[in-house]
């Protein structure tokens, strides 16, 4: 019979073990907190970010200390009231006694609801970043950095990141943010400075009706194919370099090197000189 119940009792044992808390230490989660964290509940819905829900109630907790509390206790007992429907369910089922401590409880969390293929989904939609039809650079940017912000498993580097957007920008967009220097040649740290820099201008000074009548207007005096392969052939050659490489393969003899960026790059500029002074005028 003892063994019986003892089974018993461990099958209707909590998969979340809470720590104890020793009987002369208070605790009690202010109402306001509370409040706080019930706000916004998780209910395990396709459209739901757990990275996004786990960092939010983080911050939270972050708010409040208890003397003599540590922090997996304080998270054993807030995480489980911030979800709600197959979320609570899912966390009621979880096998007696499976999660012992919040590192546990946040891996088994995010396994659930933001499983290997969902993670490669985001992944693939990094890579496959494309600006849209008549999107400003400001909204481009942020959309981007959004993308980034949803999968922080996403183990790109700062130059994998400025690749991917430099070159899912269109060409008017590209001659726009080199306006302050190429690029591709900067380094990673200088050029997300400098696309932060010209997204903030984009910001302030975008005018949707304005910079459509210039984008259209510009395309007569401009051969858009001509300078999409000027900056191609730039990008390879810039291959045998030490700076940014947007390409895998280099077909030029290193020993042509400063005579090839020399030329394409005298080419880049002249073009770029050319859209600004008609923008200018226009």
């Known amino acids: 019979m003892e063994q019986y119940l003892a089974r018993v009792q461990d099958d209707i044992r909590p998969g979340v073990v809470k720590p104890k808390i020793g009987n002369d230490v208070e605790f009690e989660i202010n109402s306001n907190f509370i409040r706080e964290l019930r706000h916004k509940l ?41 979800l709600k429907g197959s979320a609570l369910r899912w966390i009621n089922i979880l096998s007696a006694g499976l999660v012992t401590t919040w590192d546990l409880l946040e891996k088994a969390f995010i396994m659930q609801y933001c499983p290997p293929l969902k993670t490669a ?25 959004d993308l980034l912000y949803r999968c922080p498993q996403h183990d790109l580097n700062s130059q994998q990141m400025v690749h991917i957007f430099y070159t899912g920008l269109y060409i008017p967009t590209r001659i726009m943010l080199d306006s302050k220097g190429f690029i591709p040649l900067m380094t990673p740290t200088q050029a997300l400075k400098s696309i932060q820099v010209m997204a903030d201008h984009s910001r302030n000074w975008y005018d949707e009706a304005t910079t459509k009548e210039r984008i259209e207007g510009s395309s007569d005096d401009i051969d858009i194919n001509q300078l999409d392969k000027n900056i191609h052939v730039f990008q390879v050659s810039s291959k045998t370099c030490e700076g940014m490489h947007l390409t895998e393969e280099c077909t030029l003899r290193k020993e042509d090197k400063t005579v090839e960026q020399n030329k394409y790059m005298r080419s880049l500029e002249e073009t770029i000189i050319k859209f600004c002074e008609d923008s200018i005028k226009e």
């Open 42 to 82: 998780f209910k395990g819905t396709d459209d739901e970010d757990a990275h996004e829900h786990v960092q939010r109630v983080l911050e939270i907790a972050d708010l409040f200390h208890f003397l003599g509390v540590t922090h997996d206790v304080v998270m054993h007992r807030v995480f489980p009231i911030t």
């Open 121 to 145: 989904n985001k992944l693939e939609e990094i890579r496959n970043f494309k600006q849209e039809v008549d999107e400003p650079l400001y909204c481009a940017w942020e959309r981007y950095s």
